[in-house]
T-cell receptor
C-alpha cells in the first residue's frame, strides 16, 4: 500500500512557541492531504483539507491562524501550530489521497505543550 | 453533514470467539473504508468497498457494504489477541473527498 510519513513522531515544546509537523507521501503524489486531531480513546477529528497549490479548507471551529497549513508540493504538506498552549497537546495525524477515494495515514505526531 | 454510527464502542472477548462491528448511516456514501489503529500509531487501511452489496474477505475478516451504500459491517472469525485494536469505519462523501469517521470500536481479545 501507499506510504505516508510524518515528522517528528513526538515533540515537546514550551507554551507560546510554534511547532511544525511535516507530512510526506513517499511513493505517490497527493494533490489532497488531510490533517486530523485525535484525543485519547476517541475517533479522528478532521481539522482541515490541504490542497496542493491552493489554500487549505478548514473545518468549522478550527482556527486557521493558529493551525497554519502549507501544501507546497505534491508530496509534502506541513501543519504549523502557532503560539502553542497546553490545550493544543494532542495526537495529530495526516493522510494523503492515493486514489479518488482511498486515504492513507501517517504514523501520527504526539505533541505535548508544557 | 453526513454521520456514521459505529457499534459497539467497546468489545472485550475471548480468543476464538466471533464478533461483528457495525456502521450505520442515513446517508449514502460513495465508498466505505475500514481501518485498524494501534495505540500511538496512525490508522492502517484494511479494505475499501465501493459497490452496494459488495463483500470482501481478508483472511479471518469479512467486510460487507450494504445494498444501499448506507451501512457496513466487519465480521471477525476466531478472533486472536493480535486482532486487538481500535477499528474505524469511514465513509467517503459523495460530494467530495472527505471521509466521515465512525466513533470507533475498541476491541480487546483476551488469550
Amino acid at each position: 500500500g501507499a506510504v505516508v510519513s510524518q515528522h517528528p513522531s513526538r515533540v515537546i515544546c514550551k507554551s507560546g512557541t510554534s511547532v511544525k509537523i511535516e507530512c510526506r507521501s513517499l511513493d505517490f503524489q497527493a494533490t489532497t492531504m488531510f490533517w486530523y486531531r485525535q484525543f485519547p480513546k476517541q475517533s479522528l477529528m478532521l481539522m482541515a483539507t490541504s490542497n496542493e497549490g491552493s489554500k487549505a479548507t478548514y473545518e468549522q471551529g478550527v482556527e486557521k491562524d493558529k493551525f497554519l497549513i502549507n501544501h507546497a508540493s505534491l508530496t509534502l504538506s506541513t501543519l504549523t501550530v502557532t503560539s502553542a498552549h497546553p490545550e493544543d497537546s494532542s495526537f495529530y495525524i495526516c493522510s494523503a489521497m492515493e486514489s479518488s477515494y482511498e486515504q492513507y495515514f501517517g504514523p501520527g505526531t504526539r505533541l505535548t505543550v508544557t | 453533514t453526513q454521520l456514521l454510527e459505529q457499534s459497539p464502542q467497546f468489545l472485550s472477548i475471548q480468543e476464538g470467539e466471533n464478533l461483528t462491528v457495525y456502521c450505520n448511516s442515513s446517508s449514502v456514501f460513495s465508498s466505505l473504508q475500514w481501518y485498524r489503529q494501534e495505540p500511538g500509531e496512525g490508522p492502517v487501511l484494511l479494505v475499501t468497498v465501493v459497490t452496494g452489496g459488495e463483500v470482501k474477505k481478508l483472511k479471518r475478516l469479512t467486510f460487507q457494504f450494504g445494498d444501499a451504500r448506507k451501512d457496513s459491517s466487519l465480521h471477525i472469525t476466531a478472533a486472536q489477541p493480535g486482532d486487538t485494536g481500535l477499528y474505524l469505519c469511514a465513509g467517503g462523501e459523495t460530494s467530495g473527498s472527505r471521509l466521515t469517521f465512525g466513533e470507533g470500536t475498541q476491541l480487546t481479545v483476551n488469550p
